[in-house]
């Protein structure tokens, strides 16, 4: 396989690697998910677990953070989250470790499946939740984080670049105001924990309620503002100003946090101008910066 790609992870290198490592469960059949991400591929093991691999050498640091700090981590959330069964080791020209977890059931959150007014009070729980837990010894932001947690400023090449891409497809003036704001407002309180990736896919619900958050692979402990992106790009309306009357916080973070839905609407938006995600991405740029301006 590429050590360095998806190619080569699918079931048949599962259930080798589990059948040689983890024997009591070698018989379980092993099936892909139906939503899967980019950083790990991910395979249902039987009916109560699942299996996630790395999908490139700067993804695999996740699986010994998580293995870590998810046990401790669990306890003191309001839902529950992925809960680390066994860590595997390479195999079978598989070059990274990777994880057993106990299936959690539930599907991605979408407005449609959720009352929007409350969800965004359990998200606002949640992410107020984390930021309280304590950060001793916790993964300070840097590259196992993607630098989430840190100044938005590690991106402040290629989101320039981006604006001057965009020029005729953006207000190029209002986003680079957004995005100084963003670097100048800098953050100096304590460090908190952050989960690095709030969004819809890494959100469970069931019968219109929040019952999981996945995927702590950028968590880390250090400047929260990363959280925040979901005001963009999942609220709107009713449901943004509930979520931001219920998550707080100070006008510094909200400028740091218009900075990073900018940054990645920008960049997304600059490689492809027609795919699939370009509408949505028009949307967060337009709303950051309307936001910015009221």
Not at 60 to 71: F, G, I, T
Not at 111 to 131: D, H, K, N, T, Y
Not at 215 to 221: E, K
Request: net charge negative; aromatic share 10%; charged share 20%.
């Amino acid at each position: 396989m590429q050590p360095d790609g998806r190619a080569g992870i699918d079931a048949a290198l599962v259930r080798l690697l589990v059948a040689s490592q983890f024997p009591q469960w070698g018989d379980l059949p092993v099936t892909p998910v139906k939503l899967d991400g980019w950083d790990n591929r991910t395979y249902r093991l039987g009916d109560d677990l699942t299996v996630r691999l790395p999908t490139h050498e700067s993804y695999a640091p996740a699986v010994d953070k998580e293995d870590r700090w998810l046990p401790i981590l669990a306890p003191l959330l309001p839902v529950p989250i992925p809960v680390p069964v066994a860590k595997g080791e390479p195999g079978f020209g598989y070059p990274f470790r990777w994880s057993i977890r106990q299936w959690m059931d539930g599907e991605t959150a979408a407005p449609e499946r959720v009352s929007m007014g409350a969800f965004a009070a359990a998200i606002a729980g949640f992410i107020l939740a984390l930021q309280a837990i304590d950060v001793t010894d916790g993964p300070l932001a840097g590259a196992h984080s993607f630098y989430r947690g840190t100044s938005p400023a590690y991106y402040d090449d290629e989101t320039r670049h981006a604006i001057a891409v965009l020029g005729d497809h953006i207000d190029p003036v209002a986003a680079a105001a957004v995005w100084d704001a963003a670097l100048a407002a800098t953050y100096d309180g304590p460090p908190r924990w952050f989960h690095g990736d709030i969004a819809s896919g890494n959100l469970l619900v069931r019968d219109g309620s929040l019952v999981g958050v996945i995927d702590f692979g950028t968590s880390g402990v250090g400047d929260p503002a990363c959280d925040l992106v979901i005001t963009w790009t999942f609220f709107s309306g009713p449901s943004r100003a509930a979520f931001r009357d219920a998550v707080g916080q100070d006008a510094g973070m909200w400028a740091r946090a218009r900075g990073w839905a900018l940054w990645k609407a920008l960049i997304v938006l600059a490689d492809d101008l027609d795919g699939p995600s370009a509408a949505g991405n028009r949307q967060v740029i337009d709303d950051v910066l309307a936001d910015a301006a009221s």
